[in-house]
């Protein structure tokens, strides 16, 4: 049996798909909405005894794999690594060690997202972090919760302190990118990489903290204003775009992505309702970014410095992808129409 068979007959698409949205008993099947188009009447369909879905709308079906796929944006190695997780199943191309190593990883970054979490709501230090983000952002709490902010307080090991207490070791905390490693060596070799900053967790597609981006409090013009964790055994800035997986559904139904520069533009738009938008950090994009987009959409939205972008994204965009450069609020229409007129 091969692993991808082994994972099927684990498995239920019944309790997969389920994971993502909600599925209701329709005769020897369950319905829902298709997540991959808008629809007012569920056209969604999965079969229990197949293991099979399709949507009768748009016409997109398969097996669990091909749903995860479509789902999460990802190609078939990576949905087979996701679902053979959750069945269980050990893949043997993968080294054992360096999957051992990526989890512990990701429970670090976890562990260190929770704590700051806990500093932002309940430390007076974190005051200014949070009249920061309410008053002056205009950020409402559950959009804060819902995005996981944080604050790091301006010590050089409070973070370190309480993953040690958690079992994390300094060497795992270096290689996470959560600490600096010391020059010299005498007393403790590492201190905290973000401090005095408010905390942007970032995701995978699938929602998995791989990475941190810190926004800095200070005035001095000296400290950087983002500081993000280096690239590690799970975080290369140029693959990954804040945000995406909170945006990729809306992406897919919209059949368009709007791409901001910064992180807390992202979340503003999201609060405000328009969910299909992601950030690229203030860096310049990438091939890798615009890759991982096309996954979700071929029409892309930049709202960037008109010259800056103009000057510098068309190269990066594949054959029929659609582009468009805003600078205000246009509609979808009025994007979409602008996306045909660039088309690469």
Request: with cysteine; charged share 25%.
């Amino acid at each position: 049996m091969s692993p991808a068979e082994e994972v099927k007959s684990r498995l239920d698409i019944i309790d997969v798909v389920s994971e993502y949205f909600p599925l209701k008993p329709a005769g020897a099947n369950w319905r829902a909405r298709c997540p991959f188009h808008e629809e007012r009447t569920p056209s969604f369909m999965v079969s229990k005894s197949k293991q099979i879905w399709h949507c009768f709308g748009c016409g997109e079906g398969g097996d669990i794999f091909s749903f995860v796929m479509k789902q999460e944006g990802l190609e078939f190695p990576d949905a087979l690594r996701l679902l053979a997780d959750k069945a269980g199943v050990r893949l043997k191309a993968e080294d054992p060690t360096i999957r051992s190593e990526r989890q512990r990883l990701m429970a670090l970054l976890e562990a260190a997202v929770v704590f700051w979490s806990e500093v932002l709501w309940r430390e007076v230090s974190a005051k200014s972090a949070m009249s920061y983000l309410v008053e002056e952002r205009k950020l409402k709490p559950e959009t804060i919760r819902a995005w996981r902010l944080g604050y790091a307080s301006d010590s050089w090991e409070a973070l370190i302190n309480h993953l040690v207490k958690l079992g994390y070791k300094e060497e795992e905390m270096i290689k996470s990118g959560v600490a600096i490693r010391k020059m010299e060596t005498r007393g403790r070799g590492a201190y905290d990489r973000f401090r005095n900053r408010i905390i942007f967790p970032i995701a995978n597609t699938s929602g998995q903290i791989i990475g941190i981006s810190g926004r800095t409090l200070s005035s001095s013009e000296t400290e950087a204003k983002y500081v993000n964790t280096p690239e590690t055994l799970l975080y290369y800035k140029g693959q990954v775009l804040y945000g995406l997986d909170k945006a990729k559904t809306s992406v897919k139904q919209q059949n368009l992505a709007i791409i901001v520069e910064g992180n807390m533009d992202a979340i503003a738009s999201h609060e405000t309702g328009v969910a299909n938008v992601v950030a690229s950090s203030g860096t310049a994009l990438t091939q890798d970014q615009v890759r991982l987009l096309k996954r979700f959409t071929d029409n892309l939205a930049f709202a960037f410095d008109a010259d800056a972008a103009g000057s510098g994204l068309k190269p990066l965009l594949k054959p029929n992808q659609c582009w468009s450069i805003i600078s205000a609020e246009p509609s979808r229409s009025t994007i979409l129409r602008n996306c045909r007129t660039n088309r690469r």
